[in-house]
């Protein structure tokens, strides 16, 4: 059998994103069963600090694989990523696992509509309307007035604006760091900041919740690391769809493990969600291209 470097490079971007998949669903699993002992920001900083212990024997076999050129970006995705981590986590221990994942599918949403109100980005009719359409759907599945507004909901939309943040910085990173690089710093420049925030809250995590934080930090970097690798691979509009996977599983974790029940509404507004930011990813990259065949010079035949 072919080893995956052998493969093409969309087929090796599927396959990343996928194991990413089945990584942050499996550290969303954890991260529920452990906050029934410890809180959620304290978890955040086992991650981290876990997470960075995972990565070390990389960082040490790669000497030079930091740089510092690019720090400003580093830091300023370090810090949107560290509210969105904290949001997540909350939102994960204290919401429905499904109602937390669709809102934050919307985190692309949010980018978009950065990138017009700050960059002066233009947008035609088609995303306009995709942008509306994902909207609706966060709408469907938090329906204010309809169902209660809990910490955890508005926890998991906060981490979502603080993700979009993140994602604009991880675009000027991947394809000029190494993605290696890329999810070494998301840890190590979060320890610090979420060991001060855990003091406020810590307790000593009882001896069997160990492996469950131990797996959380090691889940936590594979999965960096594979969706780092993914977005270098591909565009965004090939890895986004297999995200999929990730609503599936957490979904079905959601029934299978801890007794949650969806409505047709929650399950289909978040499909509406994730629909819209693969068609955002789609123009975009549709865009993109047709810019770069704008700006190429004409040959005579």
């Known amino acids: 059998m072919a080893s995956i470097a052998s493969r093409p490079a969309g087929t090796q971007a599927a396959v990343w994103m996928v194991t990413s998949c089945v990584a942050f669903a499996s550290m969303w699993v954890m991260i529920r069963y452990a906050s029934a002992s410890l809180h959620a920001f304290e978890i955040v900083f086992f991650r981290n600090a876990l997470g960075l212990i995972v990565l070390l024997p990389m960082l040490l076999r790669t000497p030079g694989l930091l740089q510092l050129t690019r720090w400003r970006v580093h830091v300023r995705r370090a810090t949107s990523g560290f509210i969105a981590t904290m949001g997540t986590f909350y939102a994960v221990a204290n919401a429905p696992l499904a109602t937390a994942l669709s809102i934050n599918y919307t985190a692309p949403l949010f980018a978009t509509i950065g990138a017009v109100l700050f960059l002066g980005e233009r947008i035609r009719i088609r995303r306009v309307a995709a942008l509306a359409a994902g909207f609706c759907g966060m709408l469907i599945v938090v329906r204010p007035g309809a169902v209660p507004l809990s910490a955890g909901v508005v926890a998991a939309v906060i981490s979502a604006i603080s993700t ?26 979060l320890v610090i900041p979420s060991l001060i925030v855990a003091a406020f809250v810590w307790v000593w995590p009882p ?63 978040g499909a509406i969600i994730l629909a819209s930011t693969i068609y955002l990813a789609l123009r975009e990259a549709k865009v993109a291209r047709d810019a770069r065949a704008a700006s190429l010079p004409v040959r005579d035949s």
């Open 164 to 189: 979009a943040f993140s994602v604009v910085a991880i675009r000027q990173l991947v394809g000029k760091d190494d993605s290696r690089a890329v999810a070494a710093w998301s840890f190590i420049l």
């Open 207 to 269: 001896r069997e919740v160990w492996p469950l934080l131990a797996g959380i930090g090691v889940m936590a970097a594979i999965g960096q690391l594979s969706v780092s690798k993914a977005f270098s691979l591909a565009e965004a509009s090939a890895v986004l769809p297999f995200d999929f996977v990730r609503f599936a599983l957490v979904t079905l974790a959601g029934v299978m493990l801890f007794g949650e029940r969806y409505d047709l509404l929650t399950l289909g507004g």
